[in-house]
């Protein structure tokens, strides 16, 4: 909240720059942190169900916060901005103060596939050097969710430039289109993800994605580019959740938090390495060349995917 704020009072560069690495590191902590909380308090035969619905304030987020940062941005109203998403964030500080999770979880009994050491923080050798923070259980999931990020991060990088480069008059769609689609997958997809297995979520969420990019890579219209919007949100949405589910299912209950952040880790580790690499390969072949390359990067994800969770 203090970074989005000190954006409207010092807009001078390198303060913006130093503004967003801390806004970055709240970020994390918040998005790990209500991950872990969410399937903390999940019975583990619900858990793809449960982060389903936690998955659902991310879509009316995104269906509704770019549409009204817009406004402010139209009107020039930047410092109005900032003060609101601050105003925001400070809110979501006095939500937080009424959690009572922490309380009831210790009251419940743990659940009898888990088991609790007296410590959570014992000297166990499993858990030395990286492994402090990176749960090995969920490196599957973790695997999994690097490549599908490596390979959305075209759209998400390049879809406006996409939309300017085409003439598109109605782009703005795109994201609207996306964020229903996502907000109505994950209504369903995570109580098949509980009923029929990871599978059942993950190989249609991935083969949905390969064939959005795959339209953006031969379709030309701007009718073609809204639905790929929405066959993105329902990958994204379907997929997702399956995979934080999968990552935290199988971790030892007092490695949930370990678990989310190992899931979250891999998602900004491929988003980052994915634009950069998406940015060269758009300058060498155009976007039809990246977006090809983008399915055949979730095609990679499917292949292991089909090993990997049957393996587990």
């Not at 909380?37 to 304030?57: C, H, I, K, N, W």
């Not at 399956?242 to 989310?260: D, E, I, Q, T, Y």
Request: net charge positive; with cysteine; glycine share 12%.
């Amino acid at each position: 909240s203090l970074a989005v704020l000190a954006c409207a009072l010092f807009p001078v560069l390198p303060l913006l720059l130093l503004f967003r690495a801390v806004q970055g590191i709240g970020f994390a902590a918040v998005s790990t942190s209500s991950a872990a909380a969410a399937a903390d308090v999940t019975p583990r035969s619900r858990m793809g169900e449960g982060l389903g619905y936690f998955g659902l304030g991310q879509s009316l987020a995104m269906a509704v916060g770019p549409g009204l940062g817009l406004l402010f941005v139209a009107g020039g109203l930047y410092g109005r901005l900032y003060a609101m998403a601050a105003g925001l964030l400070v809110l979501c500080f006095v939500f937080a103060m009424f959690c009572t999770y922490e309380r009831r979880r210790s009251k419940a009994r743990p659940e009898p596939s888990d088991s609790l050491p007296p410590d959570p923080a014992f000297d166990d050798p499993r858990y030395r050097g990286i492994w402090k923070v990176i749960e090995r259980e969920s490196l599957p999931a973790a695997a999994i969710q690097l490549v599908f990020c490596i390979g959305v991060s075209s759209l998400t990088a390049f879809a406006g430039l996409f939309a300017v480069s085409r003439g598109f008059e109605h782009a703005g769609l795109f994201f609207s289109f996306e964020a229903v689609a996502m907000f109505a997958s994950r209504l369903f997809s995570g109580r098949l993800f509980d009923r029929r297995g990871p599978l059942s979520v993950i190989v249609p969420s991935l083969l949905l994605g390969m064939g959005a990019f795959l339209l953006l890579a031969l379709g030309s219209g701007e009718a073609a580019f809204l639905a790929c919007g929405a066959l993105m949100g329902m990958s994204i949405g379907m997929l997702g959740p399956a995979l934080n589910a999968l990552a935290v299912r199988k971790a030892p209950l007092h490695r949930r938090g370990a678990a989310s952040a190992t899931f979250f880790i891999a998602t900004d580790i491929g988003i980052g390495l994915g634009s950069v690499l998406w940015g060269i390969v758009l300058d060498a072949g155009g976007f039809a060349t990246m977006f090809l390359g983008a399915a055949i990067v979730l095609g990679v994800a499917l292949g292991y995917s089909l090993r990997a969770v049957r393996r587990s």
